[in-house]
């Protein structure tokens, strides 16, 4: 599997001078090539402008700083795939609306679906493991299935997600060729539950007293926070939350995304007599957190793994999981905190 990462371990020589590999990104730059540093270290250097003095370790620094990346003034002046995303986004929140109000066996239908597709995304970007694809995808329809189709929509969740994890095992018993089948075993499980409880869970809070607008809590929480937290990273975002995992995720960013995304859930929660203000401030600040590690946790995989998206079938959006990341965690998190309030 070196191969797969190649391309991220590049050296250039020019007169037996080593000149270090530079990745460019909107808020640092990263430097790699030190033939002696660990496997995947790197250095983060704040892009010219920044407060902060570069970090002087004994190597030399390229003999020009990199250039800031574009502005969103910039990326809004050449389109940035805007078109592409409004195409995507606006038929998304109609049809997410109509089928949330509708709920019933419409809304299992369409969660299973995109939990199908995220995980076939998710066992496209470790193929190199071998994942055992078809009791993978077993233990997704039961998972969301039974909540729906069961009186007790939690138990109906663990029901599935115990048929998927006997049928990773069965699949494991039946392969033909078992070398590596301890890890081909351990990463068709670990995606069955990465995206089978979460839209599991998600059927579970449809089936719920008032199910529809605790799926609206959980949508507009992570919406709004997707959105101020982009917007507030690039207005004011300073500091660096993960630098080698997610470069563009700043403290800023995430305290304005918490902000007006809990904002966001408390003023939904006005027109819900089942909430009170504050219970509404609590959900809203579960989703958020929760989304953020969402977030962060499906760029690690991208980042580990050597991809920038984990599919192209939503155009400029990325893929299935680039889309829904932050909701699956909030997802989880909404369900239970929701279940504790009521």
């Known amino acids: ?39 995947g270290s790197s250095h983060s250097v704040p892009a010219p402008g920044d407060d902060e003095d570069w970090f002087d370790d004994g190597e030399d620094w390229p003999a020009e700083p990199v250039p800031r990346g574009p502005s969103v003034r910039d990326r809004l002046r050449r389109g940035g795939g805007l078109g592409s995303r409004l195409a995507v986004a606006i038929p998304g929140i109609v049809v997410a609306i109509a089928v949330v109000v509708v709920g019933g066996g419409l809304f299992a239908l369409v969660a299973g679906l995109i939990a199908i597709l995220a995980l076939y995304e998710f066992y496209s970007l470790t193929a190199a493991w071998r994942p055992l694809r078809w009791a993978g995808y077993l233990g997704v329809i039961a998972a969301v299935a039974l909540p729906w189709a069961l009186s007790s929509s939690d138990r109906g969740v663990m029901l599935g997600l115990s048929i998927g994890m006997g049928c990773v095992a069965l699949a494991g018993l039946l392969v033909a060729r078992r070398d590596e089948i301890t890890a081909r075993m351990a990463v068709t499980a670990f995606g069955l539950a990465y995206v089978a409880l979460p839209f599991g869970l998600l059927v579970a809070t449809r089936q719920l007293p008032h199910g529809g607008a605790a799926v609206a809590n959980v949508l507009v929480g992570v919406w709004a926070f997707d959105s101020a937290s982009f917007v507030g990273g690039k207005l004011w975002g300073r500091r660096r939350l993960a630098p080698l995992i997610s470069p563009g995720k700043t403290l800023e960013g995430l305290i304005t995304g918490v902000v007006v995304g809990t904002a966001a859930v408390w003023v939904a929660g006005l027109y819900m007599d089942w909430l009170s203000g504050w219970d509404s401030v609590i959900i809203g600040l579960a989703i958020c957190a929760a989304g953020f ?48 309030l009521m």
């Open 1 to 39: 599997m070196s191969s797969r990462f190649d391309r991220f371990r590049r050296r250039r020589r020019d007169d037996d001078v080593h000149i270090p590999d530079v990745e460019a990104h909107d808020e640092f730059v990263t430097l790699r090539g030190d033939d002696s540093a660990a496997p």
């Open 293 to 340: 590690v969402g977030d962060l946790f499906e760029s690690m995989l991208k980042r580990d793994i050597g991809v920038k998206d984990s599919g192209r079938l939503l155009m400029a959006h990325g893929g299935v999981l680039d889309r829904f990341d932050a909701l699956m965690f909030a997802t989880v998190a909404a369900y239970f905190v929701t279940v504790w």
